[in-house]
């Protein structure tokens, strides 16, 4: 079955500086592959997706980009502030009819400081 | 405002307790999961449903078993519950396109003793 790898398990940086998490993937088939983010007491929400017929999405100080050779995704986040402190999930699914599994990674806590 | 609510926020339980976890969507979604999480594990699924009374095994099903009597409500059931079900539970519910967001609800942090 699919198997997602999420690097770095923690992440800190100063306030305004850039910040990546990185994720591989095993299985050629997936071609979805979300984002969440996940605040101190609530449920992950997801921030940005990525189909893998595109390379590259950005939405404001967030990004992914997808490398379907190499089978990894990265995100990237711009001009970091304190609010963007959570803990972030990569995920991926084969999109399958009727039903979305998604597999995900292990989770990296971003903590940025003021 | 779409919105997942799960019916407890902490539970303490005695190990061979039955053990009920309620999930409500109020999105009219066919989709429903069950996921818990763990520190340095992630999230990882372990029962989905995509119509009522349907039910599909996750990746870790062994030990729960779910209920889906009504489109928006899902249910957990830990049989006789053990210490290494302590965990966060997280409900969540989607559409049933491949491709759409997963909307989750805030989690149950269950303890067994």
């Known amino acids: 079955g699919e198997n997602v790898e999420q690097h770095p398990s923690t992440l800190s940086v100063q306030e305004g500086d850039s910040a990546v998490i990185k994720c591989t993937y095993s299985?050629?088939?997936?071609?979805?592959f979300p984002w969440y983010k996940q605040e101190l007491g609530k449920g992950p929400q997801l921030i940005i997706d990525?189909?893998?017929?595109?390379g590259e999405k950005k939405d404001q100080r967030i990004a992914v980009t997808l490398n379907k050779t190499a089978k990894h995704f990265s995100l990237h986040i711009t001009e970091t502030q304190p609010e963007d402190s959570a803990v972030y999930f990569c995920?991926?699914?084969?999109?399958?009819?009727?039903?979305?599994?998604?597999?995900f990674g292990t989770g990296t806590r971003l903590l940025v400081s003021p | 405002d779409v919105k997942v609510t799960q019916s407890s926020r902490y539970l303490v339980k005695r190990t061979g307790e039955k053990v009920f976890l309620e999930c409500v969507q109020d999105?009219?979604?066919?989709?429903m999961f069950w996921y818990r999480q763990d520190p340095g594990l992630g999230l990882r699924l372990i029962y989905f449903?995509?119509?009522?009374?349907?039910?599909e095994k996750g990746d870790i099903p062994e030990g729960y078993s779910v209920s889906r009597e009504k489109k928006e409500r899902f249910s957990l059931i830990l049989e006789s519950a053990s210490t290494n079900q302590t965990s966060m539970y997280l409900c969540?519910?989607?559409?049933?396109?491949?491709?759409?967001?997963?909307?989750f609800g805030p989690g149950t942090r269950l303890t067994v003793l």
């Open positions: 299985d050629s088939a997936s071609n979805y």
């Open positions: 999105m009219d979604h066919e989709n």
């Open positions: 449903s995509y119509d009522v009374k349907m039910k």
């Open positions: 995920a991926a699914s084969k999109g399958n009819t009727g039903f979305q599994k998604l597999v």
């Open positions: 969540a519910s989607s559409l049933p396109s491949p491709y759409n967001e997963q909307f």
């Open positions: 990525i189909r893998s017929n595109v």
